[in-house]
């Protein structure tokens, strides 16, 4: 797929891992739209000529108006987080907490499910995980369970969905402001939970929007998952 020209629609458009997808839409002329609940807060950082709207991708209402008036749709991408994610053991976790984890595969179904009929026939669409799906540490049985339910959805979905295309990407540990912390507390957090993997370093949002760019582009890809997370499954 050539950029140039095509319409994006990218969800969590406005932070982190979307913002970086976002950046390199733009940079290969496709005409992006960067969708998230409070887009403003990227206004600053936003390239020339990328549009910012504000839609909540649970809302199944909002989500179908916005893509009527976009179609038809070439790329759809979504790094929503779907908010807070529960942490620590299953056998003692709060069960709404771990039932609340699900909104980021609610808001990436919605957005397969109500984007597929306004996407153009060689569309793409990418989905984001994570490492812990397949490779959980202590306290990351939430993510995991999300993660391997978002790749066997795009797995199961993509026959649906041919001759466009659906991938996911699967990041490692990633600065981004979902980490919370600053100075040096943040960076000693980082270099300890990396140092057993085979890069020992946080990865960046932009090196995961070159995966990205990778299952946009590339027509010979579809229904798979591309790691971009420094050897962490390895580790």
Do not use: C
């Not at 997808?21 to 733009?26: C, D, G, Y």
């Not at 739209?33 to 504000?54: I, K, T």
């Not at 569309?123 to 799906?133: I, K, T």
């Amino acid at each position: 797929m050539e950029l140039q020209g095509r319409k994006a629609l990218v969800f969590g458009g406005a932070s982190g891992i979307g913002l970086a997808a976002v950046r390199r839409l733009a940079k290969g002329g496709a005409q992006v739209v960067a969708l998230s609940r409070n887009p403003e807060r990227a206004a600053s950082e936003m390239p020339a000529g990328v549009a910012m709207e504000s839609v909540d991708v649970l809302d199944r209402a909002a989500l179908a108006e916005t893509f009527a008036r976009h179609a038809p749709i070439d790329v759809l991408v979504n790094a929503a987080t779907g908010g807070e994610r529960a942490s620590g053991p299953f056998l003692q976790m709060d069960l709404d907490a771990f039932q609340g984890s699900f909104r980021k595969l609610w808001g990436y179904t919605n957005t397969v499910r109500l984007g597929a009929g306004h996407l153009s026939d060689d569309a793409a669409v990418v989905l984001v995980s994570g490492y812990p799906a397949r490779n959980p540490g202590p306290g990351a049985l939430a993510l995991s369970t999300v993660g391997n339910a978002v790749e066997g959805f795009v797995r199961a979905v993509a026959p649906e969905l041919a001759p466009r295309r659906i991938n996911v990407v699967s990041p490692g540990l990633i600065d981004t402001p979902l980490f919370p912390g600053e100075g040096d507390a943040r960076e000693q957090f980082f270099a300890g939970a990396t140092a057993k993997h085979l890069i020992p370093r946080i990865g960046t949002a932009d090196e995961v929007a070159a995966g990205i760019l990778f299952v946009i582009e590339n027509d010979f890809v579809t229904g798979t998952t591309v790691d971009v997370d420094g050897g962490a499954l390895l580790s």
